[in-house]
């Protein structure tokens, strides 16, 4: 499996952001984006891959070939495609990129690193049977490249929150404006909690594409239970729901959300509850509150994927819930990140942060800049040279480790020999 395909190269190109690059490359290499499955397409901030993670888990126990587009990878570009349940082979991924790139240097086009890989990847998802294709969307919604598919049989907006502000808006309701651009007239529209003013502007877009919203809060909830979680306003308020394989509550909400969408579907696919309580039970997505075995250090350590303040929130109410005691965080953020808001929803949990630099992102901070950051926020921070100078330095804190703060970090984690 490759790290990263030969093309496209991981430069910003100084192209507008809008479709019309796409657009021309598209039709030009056969409109592989109008010979898709029926697709789900999800946006939002936080829990965009679990919920595609859950979709493609529940096709699948449920006898449907699926394919998935996602990202970032964590080890290797291969995850970022899958084909009926199995990552892109390297001699597939090589040509449907060379094909790509043949094109855009012949015409001149422009594109920027994840055009150029939606582009080849919807030659994949285009030319290989499938049943259904759940489709993420990379940063925003609008003008995002995977929004150039005309007609999703559904969409589902995750929880939003700030994050890219630089790119989508400095203002909530505007970053939710721009994840709203994926709503089509082809198909409903799921949605996970929200605050009031997000809600508000996703459903002035359903108004105004006439689609149907199954919004939490608003046409389904749900009720926790010692041993699982019911589903209330979908038709099945007396079935028991196990805990999803995924763990913390907003794990609950993502895969909630996820078969609230699906019983809008039934005419389409025939999927029972036992199937969707199965697939929930069995999904895989790594990185996200994940404990890593390890024989090496005799402390718990844990990984999660949390870059901003709401997945923060999210690891904080988790931690919370899970442990007696603070723990000991091992950070690694990019600097496009805004460490004080991050840190505030850990504050009353945590009891050190071990900073570290990313090795696998050069745009990220260096270790000793991001302590000084920590330290602003009023917690103890340590600037360690490595990941592996932090797992040594915490091995003998008798407190559970979590390495958080950027995917690229766990991948980081994930590569060490533990």
């Not at 096709?59 to 970032?72: C, L, Q, R």
């Not at 240097?105 to 759940?134: K, M, P, Q, S, Y």
Request: aromatic share 10%.
């Amino acid at each position: 499996m490759v790290f990263m395909p030969h093309w496209p190269v991981p430069l910003w190109h100084k192209t507008n952001y809008d479709l019309e690059n796409l657009r021309i490359i598209l039709e030009l290499i056969g409109a592989p984006h109008l010979s898709l499955p029926p697709v789900i397409h999800v946006a939002g901030t936080n829990g965009k891959g679990s919920s595609v993670a859950y979709f493609s888990s529940i096709f699948k126990h449920a006898g449907y070939k699926v394919h998935s587009y996602t990202s970032p990878h964590l080890l290797t570009f291969n995850e970022r495609i899958v084909l009926n349940s199995e990552k892109i082979t390297d001699a597939y991924l090589f040509d449907i990129c060379e094909r790509t790139r043949l094109v855009a240097e012949r015409h001149n086009i422009a594109l920027r690193f994840f055009e150029g890989a939606t582009v080849a990847a919807f030659l994949a998802f285009a030319e290989v049977e499938a049943d259904i294709l759940i489709l993420e969307t990379g940063m925003g919604g609008r003008l995002d490249a995977t929004n150039i598919v005309p007609n999703p049989i559904m969409t589902v907006i995750t929880e939003i929150s700030y994050d890219h502000m630089e790119y989508l808006g400095p203002k909530i309701d505007i970053i939710a404006s721009e994840k709203a651009g994926i709503i089509k007239s082809s198909g409903p529209c799921a949605i996970s909690s929200q605050v009031p003013e997000v809600y508000e502007v996703l459903f002035d877009k359903c108004d105004e594409m006439g689609v149907e919203a199954i919004a939490y809060g608003y046409d389904f909830g749900i009720t926790k239970l010692s041993d699982g979680f019911n589903i209330l306003g979908i038709g099945c308020d007396d079935f028991k729901f196990n805990f999803p394989s995924l763990l913390g509550d907003h794990q609950i909400m993502n895969a909630a959300t996820v078969i609230a969408g699906l019983s809008k579907l039934s005419d389409s696919f025939n999927i029972s509850l036992e199937q969707m309580n199965y697939g929930i039970a069995h999904t895989v997505w790594p990185g996200r509150i994940q404990r890593i075995h390890t024989t090496k250090y005799k402390n718990v350590i844990w990984a999660d994927g949390a870059h901003n303040s709401g997945g923060a929130a999210a690891l904080s109410t988790w931690i919370a819930d899970r442990f007696d005691t603070k723990v000991i965080i091992i950070l690694g953020m990019t600097k496009n990140r805004n460490i004080y808001d991050f840190l505030q929803p850990l504050k009353m949990v945590v009891e050190e942060v071990m900073c570290v630099q990313v090795k696998s992102e050069p745009s990220s901070y260096t270790s000793e800049k991001l302590a000084e950051l920590v330290l602003v926020t009023g917690l103890k921070a340590k600037s360690c040279e490595s990941l592996h100078d932090a797992l040594e330095a915490t091995d003998q804190c008798n407190v559970p480790i979590i390495v958080t703060g950027s995917l690229f970090l766990v991948a980081d984690l994930l590569k060490i020999h533990l």
